[in-house]
DNA sequence: CCCTCTAGGTCAGACCATGTCCTAGATGTG
DNA sequence: CACATCTAGGACATGGTCTGACCTAGAGGG
């Protein structure tokens, strides 16, 4: 059994990451399997067993007749072993998530996307990108969306406690240069903003991600100042506050508060019930009006819009274009 | 600073996973402060990235005055080592994304989400999925929603090779406890389905997954059987097909086929120019008509139904709401 | 020019990792 | 019930290796 061809360094980390790698796989593993596949004796397998154990990593063992090792959930989360495939569909679906901004989960998203496509191995990069050129159409549908790389590269940025320099066109449609410290990444509903400390101009500053252009790391270090405001995204809504960018809107529905509640994405905030049995939404948006047009209209219950009259006048052309869509003209082919 | 409390167990392998999880920072480290952070001299840290190297994982080193290591892309994909909130931030991810089905990653998705959630720990497990009922409203609308934990664990089951048991109400309503062995999961457009041999029957069959409830793997063990048709996929669609359980429609855009196409998903298929500068689109769904209608108005051009029917209901029905939700009956608060 | 960083060689000694023996216990099957 | 099959783990000799201390060389930045 085993042959003279096990040529293997025989190095014991190198086994170890290697029998990490099986373990993951979601199916038991007898000892003398692994014993074969890793080129070691049965004993070292257990051996090792004990050892990806002592490190943290709970490996279940069930005894019998056909029982064998397996990973099981531990205390700390054990380095995941991708193969290609999986690897590119993570990427694939953090790139289509980055887009989303799903609050409590995004900058984590951002990060974990950064450090995969750290070490993403060439050939899967362009498969990445081509599945999300494919897939992408899907869900952005207004412009001002956000590039996947642009946020990586300023996640890695703020990780390295690199300083950033990126070309940023203002809303007024100024452009200009900056130099800047990046300090945190924040999206509130389906928006991203950069906070960060403008070089140039001494002061902190937000900046609209779909509004950066070539960022890169420059290279240089830098010890990051203490915001004013402890709190990144705190400082953020005073900021927006400032600059009032945001809307707020006001939706009746004729449906239950609970029932309308359920479809609502959580970062809108509960709607209160009204007497009637309906109830009302109040909340403050940052999006284009469209998509939240789309949102409410999704939802699938009668509604009626109370403010703000872009939005009434958004849904009311929806819900021409609609109309007139299935009364279609009757042009044939 | 290299206090007395390093009483690190000083083992080889599982400094070099530390190693490992350290490199994979976004940033540069100077190899005295790893030396200092793994309680290891700065010359046993130069010989364990070189370790690394030849594992695979190419460790990239800067010379000058503030180099230090980092870990680059490389032919292998290196074990991904991360933090709680990275892990949580794609289980989310992915977990959003199996509902969506994207054509090509679809199953690699899922297989990565079934690794990942297999090691999990249960701390971060039920933020996984408080996080993913707060997000998921976002995306799901009409019903026929698919669970997460069905797709995992028939992904586990078909990669383990166990035998898998589950309850199946069919299309007319009938419910059925099923025992199968399972072969492939195939997704389709919005859609999951399970090609698996059903043992009872003694036949291939194709399960709706979202018609699926409580499956389990019974830890019974099999030796995978060979499909008829060669292909998981192209059988699904001869399964299909003798079913009906897709539909037909046709739309007419008035804009270029070109303009229509790029905000397009890409397994529609595109859109044909028409002579009149508009394009059409024919092709197949097997959604609910209520989400092809919302798809349909969040491309921002105008359109005419041309079939099916109920297509053509659907979007008179919403563009009606929408109608009523802009004029609004004045109820006030 | 200096400083800081990586790169790599050599050497002695401690240490550990391995395979080959054991025995014990759990589990499912004939 | 005995049997096969698996995990669990102790003991031990041996060869290999891993470490730190010491060295030199080279690259980059200020």
Redesign the pocket.
Same mark, same amino acid.
């Given at each position: 059994m085993?042959g003279i061809l096990v040529s293997m *360094? *025989? $190095? =014991? +980390?190198a086994?170890l990451f290697q029998l990490l790698s099986l373990l993951q796989t979601p199916r038991?593993? +007898? !000892?003398?399997?692994? &014993?074969e596949r890793l #080129?070691?004796? @049965? @004993? *070292?397998?257990? /051996? $090792?067993?004990? /050892?990806l154990r002592e490190l943290g990593y709970p490996?279940? &063992? =069930?005894? !019998?007749? $056909?029982? #064998?090792?397996r990973l099981v959930a531990g205390k700390a989360m054990p380095p995941l072993v991708l193969d290609d495939e999986e690897a590119v569909a993570i990427a694939v679906g953090l790139r289509a998530g980055a887009g989303h901004a799903i609050e409590g989960v995004d900058e984590a998203s951002v990060r974990a996307l950064a450090k995969l496509e750290q070490v993403l191995p060439a050939r899967l990069r362009h498969r990445v990108s081509t599945l999300q050129a494919a897939t992408t159409p899907l869900t952005s549908g207004d412009g001002a969306s956000v590039a996947p790389e642009t946020l990586t590269v300023m996640a890695s940025a703020i990780a390295g406690r690199e300083r950033l320099r990126f070309a940023y066109r203002a809303g007024d449609g100024t452009a200009t240069r900056r130099l800047t410290e990046p300090y945190r990444l924040v999206s509130t509903g389906r928006r991203w903003y950069l906070v960060a400390y403008d070089v140039d101009r001494a002061d902190w500053r937000t900046f609209r991600v779909d509004r950066v252009n070539e960022p890169f790391a420059t290279? &240089?270090r830098f010890d990051p100042r203490e915001l004013p405001t402890g709190n990144a995204a705190e400082y953020l809504r005073q900021s927006m506050q400032r600059r009032q960018e945001t809307y707020t809107f006001s939706v009746v529905f004729e449906a239950p508060a609970e029932v309308v509640a359920e479809r609502l994405p959580a970062w809108l905030g509960a709607p209160e019930p009204l007497a009637d049995g309906g109830c009302r939404l109040r909340a403050t948006a940052g999006d284009t009006v469209e998509w939240l047009a789309v949102r409410l209209a999704m939802l699938g219950h009668p509604f009626t819009v109370q403010e703000p009259a872009e939005l009434v006048e958004c849904v009311r052309a929806l819900g021409a274009r609609l109309t007139r869509a299935a009364d279609g003209d009757p042009r044939r082919a």
């Amino acid at each position: 059994m085993c042959g003279i061809l096990v040529s293997m *360094t *025989t $190095d =014991t +980390p190198a086994r170890l990451f290697q029998l990490l790698s099986l373990l993951q796989t979601p199916r038991e593993w +007898p !000892g003398g399997e692994l &014993a074969e596949r890793l #080129g070691v004796s @049965r @004993r *070292t397998v257990r /051996r $090792d067993v004990d /050892r990806l154990r002592e490190l943290g990593y709970p490996v279940q &063992a =069930t005894k !019998g007749s $056909d029982g #064998g090792y397996r990973l099981v959930a531990g205390k700390a989360m054990p380095p995941l072993v991708l193969d290609d495939e999986e690897a590119v569909a993570i990427a694939v679906g953090l790139r289509a998530g980055a887009g989303h901004a799903i609050e409590g989960v995004d900058e984590a998203s951002v990060r974990a996307l950064a450090k995969l496509e750290q070490v993403l191995p060439a050939r899967l990069r362009h498969r990445v990108s081509t599945l999300q050129a494919a897939t992408t159409p899907l869900t952005s549908g207004d412009g001002a969306s956000v590039a996947p790389e642009t946020l990586t590269v300023m996640a890695s940025a703020i990780a390295g406690r690199e300083r950033l320099r990126f070309a940023y066109r203002a809303g007024d449609g100024t452009a200009t240069r900056r130099l800047t410290e990046p300090y945190r990444l924040v999206s509130t509903g389906r928006r991203w903003y950069l906070v960060a400390y403008d070089v140039d101009r001494a002061d902190w500053r937000t900046f609209r991600v779909d509004r950066v252009n070539e960022p890169f790391a420059t290279g &240089a270090r830098f010890d990051p100042r203490e915001l004013p405001t402890g709190n990144a995204a705190e400082y953020l809504r005073q900021s927006m506050q400032r600059r009032q960018e945001t809307y707020t809107f006001s939706v009746v529905f004729e449906a239950p508060a609970e029932v309308v509640a359920e479809r609502l994405p959580a970062w809108l905030g509960a709607p209160e019930p009204l007497a009637d049995g309906g109830c009302r939404l109040r909340a403050t948006a940052g999006d284009t009006v469209e998509w939240l047009a789309v949102r409410l209209a999704m939802l699938g219950h009668p509604f009626t819009v109370q403010e703000p009259a872009e939005l009434v006048e958004c849904v009311r052309a929806l819900g021409a274009r609609l109309t007139r869509a299935a009364d279609g003209d009757p042009r044939r082919a």
